[in-house]
């Protein structure tokens, strides 16, 4: 399967386990969806975990990846929960798409990847899409007002956590490819979803073992997120490792728009005339990336 395939299959899985999080665990803490995300499809990619090298056999530079990973992972995730639970899937979620401008830096500075010219081109034009959800901010004849839509973000709490993903993921996204030097990606994604799931079962389950009993109350809601999450994960993975971090990023952040379709169709918001054509700019953005 190539690369793109993976990615898109990524986004779909993403999107639609934010929309079922918001959905059917609407009742549940930021805290108690971090045991839903990543301890139930670290349980569920255990088979994976076959392929993996003995532990003792790899390097020390891999487990400083992983510890440098790990918080990193838990402070995004903690912040993407409570952008989507409590604000709509429509205006917070597309700013994920500023993670791949992110990215170029950053993979640049740490992996050593260049980005062409067009790719980067494609890049912006995600991010002009972002910036056209709030286009009723600007008044195209007062340049004063044009920087409105991106200030727009500080005072909207939902798009201000989403942003602080973007930057943590933009991050997260370079060092779990530098891991994965050391291991089979179809592994290494198990393996990272259980280091992640076994931290939260010690930080989150352990002091508070109740929290487990709220989560038997929906079992089936659970499995299914977790399920959709496991898919995302192992696309994720597969598709890093035959294509750039930044390529395959905005890729994955076709999710936006599947994100604003899951918002107007699931949850009735409002103003989808402006938010989907600027979804599709965003989607037009990674189509120049893949030429």
């Known amino acids: 399967m190539t690369w793109i395939t993976l990615s898109l299959l990524c986004a ?33 990619m255990t ?14 530079a891999f487990w400083l ?33 500023f993670s791949p401008v992110f990215v170029i830096a950053i993979a640049w500075a740490l992996l050593g990847e260049h980005v062409s010219a067009r790719g980067a081109s494609g890049i912006l034009l995600v991010v002009l899409g972002a910036w056209l959800l709030n286009a009723t901010q600007a008044r195209m004849t007062d340049w004063r007002t044009w920087m409105r839509p991106l200030t727009a973000i500080f ?35 198990a393996f990272y979803f259980g280091v992640l799931g076994l931290t939260v079962f010690v930080l989150v389950v352990l002091p508070r073992p109740r929290r487990l009993l709220k ?16 898919v995302m994960v ?14 395959m990023i905005a890729v994955k952040r076709t999710s936006l728009l599947f994100g604003i379709l899951y918002g ?22 990674v189509a120049l990336i893949l030429v």
């Open 47 to 60: 088979p994976l975990l076959s392929g993996l090298p003995p532990l003792a056999e790899l390097p020390l």
């Open 155 to 189: 005072y909207a709490r939902g798009s201000r956590l989403m942003l602080g993903v973007a930057v943590i993921y933009a991050v997260t996204a370079t060092l779990g490819k530098g891991a994965m030097q050391y291991v089979p990606p179809e592994s290494f994604g």
């Open 12 to 44: 779909l899985s993403l999107a639609s386990a934010d929309a079922t999080t918001k959905a059917w665990l609407q009742g549940f803490s930021a805290v108690e969806l971090l045991i839903v995300r990543f301890c139930v499809p670290g349980l569920l």
């Open 65 to 97: 990846w992983i510890a440098a990973l790990v918080p990193l992972e838990l402070a995004a995730m903690l912040l993407y929960m409570a952008a989507i639970r409590d604000h709509p899937l429509s205006l917070t979620v597309p700013y994920l798409a």
């Open 264 to 285: 107007a169709l699931l949850f009735g918001e409002e103003n989808m005339v402006a938010r989907i054509p600027a979804g599709l700019i965003m989607v037009s953005g």
């Open 234 to 247: 192992f696309t994720h993975f597969l598709a890093i490792q035959q294509v750039e971090v930044a390529y």
């Open 215 to 230: 989560l038997g109350k929906r079992p089936w809601a659970v499995l299914t997120v977790g399920g959709l999450l496991a």
